[in-house]
């Protein structure tokens, strides 16, 4: 009924860019907050970055000026920018939406795919 789909993830040098992309698609009724974590093997999936609707940004220390959470309302879209890269963060980026659907209109988080980062020289 709902699907989360991400892209953008890839092999990057330490210092460079990546801009990732989640749209989220099926029978949405409404979205409402959305995020996105990662995990590197061995570690627990962490928040990076979430922005609420209305457009309130959280992120981890770790990123802090380093990455840009933005959000499209009309595509049901949710982006991260990510700059000066590090080997650090090299991990599988999640994004996650709390949305309703047009089904239960119940408010529930759904999560994508997965898009690997690996930051390496």
């Known amino acids: 009924q709902v699907q989360l789909v991400e892209s953008g993830g890839g092999l990057v040098q330490p210092g460079g860019s990546l801009r990732l992309s989640c749209a989220a698609s099926?029978?949405?009724?409404?979205?409402?907050?959305m995020g996105w974590y990662r995990q590197a093997p061995g570690k627990q999936r962490e928040l990076v970055a979430s922005?609420?609707?209305?457009?309130?940004?959280t992120y981890a220390d770790s990123v802090k000026g380093r990455f840009t959470i933005s959000r499209d309302n009309a595509k049901n879209a949710v982006y991260l920018q990510m700059n000066s890269l590090k080997p650090e963060d090299t991990a599988t980026f999640y994004c996650?939406?709390?949305?309703?659907?047009?089904?239960?209109?119940?408010?529930?988080?759904?999560w994508g795919q997965g898009t690997q980062v690996t930051v390496s020289s």
């Open positions: 922005i609420t609707v209305g457009g309130t940004v």
């Open positions: 996650k939406a709390r949305l309703a659907t047009i089904t239960t209109r119940i408010r529930e988080d759904y």
């Open positions: 099926g029978r949405i009724f409404s979205i409402y907050d």
